[in-house]
């Protein structure tokens, strides 16, 4: 009887809901890594595990500061928003964010076996709840409050 390969099991199930709760981001991450398990690429998943992270934030970046770059956002306007309360709100949630993101990074970082949770979590949050897949990282910071864990 042939050995069932149960990462590979876990992956398709895992795209399987990104299909299901039309999360992109998830299904062609889970369709990219078992490629490489498909492909025999192995050696590329100490690489990604150790830079993935960083370089999934340098893209994200990248994507925020665009409409800066384009022109489509001035520098007037970015000193417009210490001028009123929604932006100067807007700031603080920026900050926190940021915070619960760094502190998210390090959990993931440090224990990564909640990482499965919190997808799971965030897959089920944009199924059932009508959420965004942006969560895993702050999720991983506000469980990090919780647990009280870095």
Same mark, same amino acid.
């Given at each position: 009887?042939p050995? +069932?390969d149960? #990462?590979? !099991?876990?992956?398709?199930?895992?795209? /399987?809901? =990104?299909?299901?709760?039309?999360?992109?981001?998830v299904?062609?991450?889970m369709?990219f890594l078992l490629?490489?398990?498909?492909?025999g690429?192995h050696?590329a998943f100490?690489?990604?595990?150790?830079n993935g992270l960083t370089l999934?934030?340098?893209?994200?970046t990248?994507?925020i500061?665009?409409p800066?770059?384009?022109?489509?956002?001035?520098?007037?306007? +970015?000193?417009? #928003?210490? !001028?009123?309360?929604?932006?100067?709100? /807007?700031v =603080?949630i920026?900050?926190?964010?940021?915070?619960?993101?760094?502190r998210?990074a390090?959990?993931?970082?440090?224990?990564?076996?909640?990482?499965t949770?919190l997808?799971i979590?965030t897959i089920l949050?944009?199924?059932?709840f009508?959420g965004?897949?942006v969560?895993?990282?702050?999720?991983?910071g506000?469980?990090?409050?919780?647990?009280?864990?870095?």
């Amino acid at each position: 009887m042939p050995q +069932i390969d149960v #990462s590979a !099991l876990i992956l398709l199930l895992f795209a /399987a809901l =990104g299909v299901i709760s039309h999360n992109s981001s998830v299904t062609i991450a889970m369709v990219f890594l078992l490629l490489l398990r498909a492909a025999g690429l192995h050696q590329a998943f100490p690489w990604l595990e150790k830079n993935g992270l960083t370089l999934g934030i340098i893209i994200l970046t990248i994507g925020i500061m665009t409409p800066l770059a384009s022109g489509r956002v001035s520098v007037q306007e +970015i000193g417009q #928003s210490f !001028l009123h309360w929604k932006s100067l709100l /807007a700031v =603080g949630i920026g900050i926190l964010v940021a915070y619960l993101g760094g502190r998210g990074a390090s959990l993931m970082s440090s224990q990564p076996t909640v990482t499965t949770g919190l997808l799971i979590g965030t897959i089920l949050g944009v199924a059932f709840f009508r959420g965004v897949p942006v969560g895993p990282l702050i999720a991983a910071g506000l469980l990090s409050l919780l647990i009280g864990r870095t």
